[in-house]
């Protein structure tokens, strides 16, 4: 069987997942549990100028939005999958009907619908917790979440491409990870910016995301620049990681 997708290599990397506390962890409920330690700051659910109005939670919903997206694919899937190449998984799936290819993509699947899964459960926290209002333009919202996750994911291909071992994935994919994290508004969301410098974080792949992601919810369409950004960002990360991903 050689299909893109084995349902048995999915349901075998969905028990591994499973059994990984850290990982259910920091995909699944770190960015609601940040946003509920944010919530329950005072301040934080009072309106506010530099925010343009918005309550600080407000704003940092779609943030713990992307967090999930960041740590599933840039931190936990490229680490995974350069150990199943270390430990010479990869190799030896080679050799049997089920190609490596259909463990590439459950790994995608698993990390990427967690990550998706990690999304809903922030805007459920977001709004039976702080009131925040859902998404005005669910449409939008969804087509700029999916990208997200698309980048997200092509990104941490491309690092288990460049990586040999578990350590420099680790290594690559920190150095990647903060910044990534800054541009989706971590320490300070894009509407908090300088008009400058939210310019310039708009063409960066997750700084797009949050922006687009923002428009949607106030009851915009995402804006095609910003869609047009991410799914740039998509081709170019995942040609990379097609040209430079090796099976062993």
Avoid at 27 to 34: N, Q
Avoid at 104 to 123: D, E, N, P, R
Wanted: net charge positive; with cysteine.
């Amino acid at each position: 069987m050689s299909t893109l997708v084995n349902p048995a290599v999915l349901r075998t990397e969905m028990r591994l997942f499973r059994r990984e506390p850290a990982g259910v962890f920091w995909i699944l409920l770190f960015p609601a549990l940040l946003l509920v330690i944010l919530g329950s700051i005072p301040s934080f659910r009072d309106p506010d100028p530099s925010f343009g109005g918005l309550r600080p939670v407000d704003a940092y919903v779609p943030v713990a939005v992307l967090l999930g997206l960041i740590v599933g694919g840039l931190q936990s899937m490229p680490q995974t999958l350069t150990s199943y190449r270390e430990r010479g998984i990869l190799r030896r799936m080679s050799a049997t009907p089920v190609r490596p290819s259909a463990l590439l993509s459950a790994q995608m699947l698993v990390y990427g619908g967690s990550a998706l899964a990690s999304a809903l459960l922030a805007l459920a926290v977001g709004r039976l917790a702080f009131a925040v209002r859902l998404p005005r333009q669910p449409f939008g919202y969804a087509v700029a979440l999916l990208l997200a996750a698309l980048v997200a994911l092509a990104l941490g291909a491309l690092i288990s491409a460049l990586s040999r071992t578990t350590k420099i994935a680790g290594a690559v994919g920190s150095a990647v990870f903060f910044p990534s994290m800054f541009c989706a508004g971590v320490w300070l969301p894009v509407q908090a910016m300088p008009d400058t410098l939210a310019r310039i974080v708009g063409y960066t792949p997750f700084g797009a995301a949050a922006q687009a992601l923002n428009r949607a919810a106030a009851g915009h369409w995402p804006g095609w620049t910003h869609l047009g950004v991410l799914a740039m960002w998509v081709l170019l990360l995942s040609g990379a990681a097609t040209r430079w991903f090796r099976w062993e």
